[in-house]
Structure formats: structure tokens, C-alpha cells
């Protein structure tokens, strides 16, 4: 699927609101594996972001589900830490995405408050209502409309977007870390990882892999405090003589932990002759 990117609109009655919902949209239609509702208000019995890092029995409903999934799925009863990492993996991943994707396909950056996501446990799956708080470049036909802030170039809208999802980030890792069993440093390296790898799924959804892969690059060239690390691309060339991107996740999000023979193709644990053997074969 491709599409147009970097034609931002805001016309006579468009609000900020309205031009993010519309991004937001595009954006779940070409990522399948982003389960997002845009809504246009909150769905009151559905957990907030924020409830996550204030109330245990809101955490603990949130892991449960997660452990309810994986043995449904997996026929298989993960360690509560398991649990819990998987949980703050899908959470990071697909809040990061409805930050980053924007900056990709629009050069804008919503500020998404833990308060603005809400989630559906039991499905996996959230729900976003658009904001108008975001931020772009001088030439974007949304500078000066209410709520949204101008930045002065590239770097500082990248910035802009590290920022974003550190703020929203951090007090939840610091409260799922401890139920994680996982330190500052591992809690951070799965924010990078999977803000790099929400870029680089978008990409590929969009037949740009290596536009994505530059821009993730740009976006954490080496690390970037508080990201322990940079996008680290690197490419294994094949017996055809073609050059795969690959990475190595700076963490592991532990799916090996119940499905062995699965590892993730950028996982630690997982060597780069068996990386290139799954390329080849196009998994």
C-alpha cells in the first residue's frame, strides 16, 4: 500500500483536532498491526493511560489480561514479569506509533498525555481522542492555529518528538518497571526500541522501508537521553547479493519466553545467519 506523505492540509474550518484525526486515520488504515480507535469522545469505562501509574489494581488488571491472552494464544502461563513486559511493549509500541506516525507522514507532533489513551484490556487494543496540541514546522498550513507550536527546523521537530514520548513514557515505566522486574536502562532501551521499530513497521506498510529507515536513524542517530541507544541499522547481505536491514533490539521483550522457536528477528538472542535465513525465506 503507498501513500502520499508530507502534503499536510489545514484548510478554512479545519481545527487541529480535525487535521490530526485524519492523519490518525490514514495511519491505522496502513498499519494493520495498530489497534487504535480515533474517537471523538472518551469512552468513560475504559482504563486511561494515567489510572496505569497510579493504581495498582489498574496495573494489575492491565498484566492479567495480558497473561489471559498469551495462555489463551500459547497454551502457556508466563511469569508475571513476562506478562507485564509484554503488556508495556504493545502499550509503548502502539502509543509511540500515533506520535511518530504523524512526524512521518505529516511532519507533526501530538502530545498525547497518558490521560488521552484509553485501553481496552481485554482486547489489547486503545482508543485515542485527537488533540490539538501538536507541534510543526513554520511552513505547515497549521502554524499559528490554536494549540499548535511552531518549531524552527527538522532537528527540533525530531527533538520535539523524542520529547513527546519520553514525557509520556516515563511514569509508566516507572510503574510497570518494578512488576517488569526490569532497571531504568532495560525500561528505556524498549521505549527506543520500539519507537524505531513502530518508524520502520510504518515503512514497510508504505513500501518506503528505506525512507523509514533514515528517518529513524535521524531521529536517534547514537543515544539520546533519556534512549540508551540509537536505531542501529545495519544490512546482511544475501546469497543473491542483496543487503537486508536488520537491528538488534537494545532489549529483549521476551516473547522467546513462551514461544522458543519464535524469537524475534531483532533480538538478541537471535544470531544473523538465522536473521538472513528468515529474510531469504520472506518472513
Known sequence: MTMATGTATAGPGVTPAAALARTYLELVASCEALDVRIASTATEALLDGAELTRSEKALDAFVDAESARI??????APRRDVAASRALHDYLWSVGLLMSGPWYLERRVPRIAPQDVRIDVAAAAFEIVPGSDFACL????AA????????????ALRAELRAAV?????????AVGPHARRRPRALWGMAADDLVSGIWYLGRMLDQ??????????LL??????????ADFRRLAGQDGRRHPTRTRLGCCMYYTFAAAQACSTCPRTCDSERLR?????G
Do not use: K, N, S, Y
Open 71 to 76: 495462555r489463551e494464544q500459547h497454551g502457556h
Open 144 to 155: 499559528g492555529m490554536p494549540g499548535v507550536r511552531v518549531v524552527a527546523h527538522e532537528e
Open 166 to 174: 519520553a514525557d509520556h513514557a516515563g511514569p509508566l515505566l516507572a
Open 209 to 218: 522501508e528505506d525512507r523509514a529507515i533514515r528517518a529513524a536513524t535521524e
Open 278 to 282: 528468515r529474510l531469504e525465506d520472506g
Open 221 to 230: 542517530p547514537t543515544a539520546v537521553p533519556p534512549f540508551p541507544g540509537g
Open 138 to 141: 513554520p511552513d505547515d498550513p
